[in-house]
């Protein structure tokens, strides 16, 4: 196992999407059984984020332990990220914002506030263990030429 200082952040972020992606699952789930009249792109769109959160948290706590998978986790993260950015330029601001309570507004902003902070999170844990990554190579590079 190769020195990762991004370990942690990586864990922490990697349950926090796991968690929060199951929880998606089961309103979705809830929500199709409803009699509401939904959108199949917003249907398969959250069923995309729920996948991707999943699957982020999973590489995150499996491979943040080690630095040399960093490049698919700064991937994996930049991908987080977009799905974010994105999610806010879809929903645009919640409808009608003069007649929403306080309590939904603060609630919209602060659940796509919550997924691009921790897809930053997530992102600098990956670039830390880079860092990591990096040295030790440039370190190992160094001792064989000193021995070659």
């Known amino acids: 196992m190769k020195k990762a200082p991004g370990r942690t ?3 922490v972020t990697g349950i926090i999407f796991i968690v929060f992606g199951a929880l998606a699952f089961v309103s ?3 929500a199709l059984t409803l009699p509401v009249d939904a959108d199949n792109f917003g249907i398969v769109f959250v069923a995309f984020v729920i996948i991707a ?8 706590i499996v491979q943040g332990k080690d630095a040399s998978k960093s490049k698919a986790l700064i991937i994996v993260g ?3 990220l977009g799905i974010n950015v ?4 879809w929903r645009g601001a919640p409808a009608s914002e003069r007649t929403m309570t306080i309590g939904r507004y603060i609630g919209y902003y602060f659940t796509n506030g ?6 930053i999170l997530y992102l600098v844990g990956a670039f830390m263990n880079r860092k990591a990554h990096k040295a030790l190579s ?3 590079n160094s001792k064989d030429n000193l021995q070659g």
């Not at 994105?86 to 330029?89: A, G, L, P, Y």
């Open 86 to 89: 994105f999610e806010i330029v």
């Open 114 to 119: 919550f997924g691009i902070i921790t897809s």
């Open 138 to 140: 440039q370190e190992k």
């Open 78 to 80: 930049i991908v987080l």
């Open 53 to 60: 959160n999943i699957a982020a948290g999973i590489m995150g």
């Open 28 to 30: 979705l789930l809830v």
């Open 9 to 11: 952040l990586l864990l």
